[in-house]
């Protein structure tokens, strides 16, 4: 009997010495760099500014997508290492994170101030494009010109939205900004968030709807007009 369990214990020793190793060497795989490139042109994703850009044209489909793709890219993160976590691919998959994070979460006080402010940002989609930093900008080695791009991709888009769509609107875009982009660089930069004045900004009680086309002012109608606008009417009556 003692005989049997010993060689009890010794096969399952052996069996977990295997399960072990078989973990180790599934870790110690190299994730592959072309399928998280497959991951990101799915999405038409290659810029920190073509993911903040996903928000802004696609709202209403871009969550039912993303939260496909990335639970695909969670579970191959789970049988292989990143041997680079700050490669160009890697760090784009991370800011695509920020975004469905910040974007995606019904339940957030961002989600509900984003859907109030979402028309009006995409009638800037196009303007935007101005906005867009030199290419490949985030794998600069030098922090002063890496952070110079970001505080002014950052800089224009708060411009352009507070111009139209309101100072609300415009610090809730660069929060969105701010959060991908921090996600998708090594560098760390400082008074990002200082933003320049804008002395023509539009007043929040324009804003009707969110979209600049309907930004019309509350006009009241005076007493006299009223009168006028009744007696016209009443003319072409009894004609």
């Given amino acids: ?24 060497v ?3 795989v190299t994730c592959e760099e072309n399928k998280l490139l497959k991951f990101l042109a799915g999405i038409q994703v ?27 890219v969670e579970k191959y993160y789970t049988v292989c290492k990143q041997q680079n976590p700050h490669s160009l691919y890697v760090t784009l998959v991370a800011g695509v994170k920020a975004l469905n994070d910040k ?17 009006c940002l995409y009638e800037l989609r196009d303007d935007f494009e101005e906005c867009n930093g030199p290419p490949d900008w985030t794998e600069h080695s ?7 791009n970001y505080k002014s991709i950052l800089d224009c888009y708060y411009v352009k939205t507070a111009k139209v769509c309101g100072k609300d609107a415009a610090l809730t875009i660069t929060s969105l900004i701010t959060d991908v982009i921090d996600n998708t660089i090594t560098h760390s930069c400082k008074r990002i968030k200082k933003f320049p ?43």
């Fill in 103 to 119: 974007v995606c979460c019904l339940n957030q006080d961002f989600f509900r101030q984003f859907l109030i402010y979402h028309p």
């Fill in 197 to 239: 004045v804008v002395k023509d900004i539009m007043p929040e009680s324009y804003i009707k709807g969110g979209s600049p086309k309907m930004l019309v002012p509350d006009m009241p109608i005076k007493s006299g007009t009223i009168v006028h606008i009744i007696l016209f009417l009443l003319y072409f009556i009894l004609l």
């Fill in 26 to 28: 599934i870790c110690t």
């Fill in 1 to 24: 009997m003692l005989q049997v369990n010993l060689k009890l214990y010794i096969i399952l020793f052996i069996f977990l010495i295997g399960e072990l190793t078989i973990n180790h």
């Fill in 142 to 148: 030098q922090t002063e010109k890496l952070c110079k």
């Fill in 46 to 72: 290659w810029s920190p500014e073509s993911i903040f850009d996903l928000a802004i044209i696609e709202q209403e489909a871009i969550c039912n997508k993303l939260e496909e793709k990335l639970k695909n």
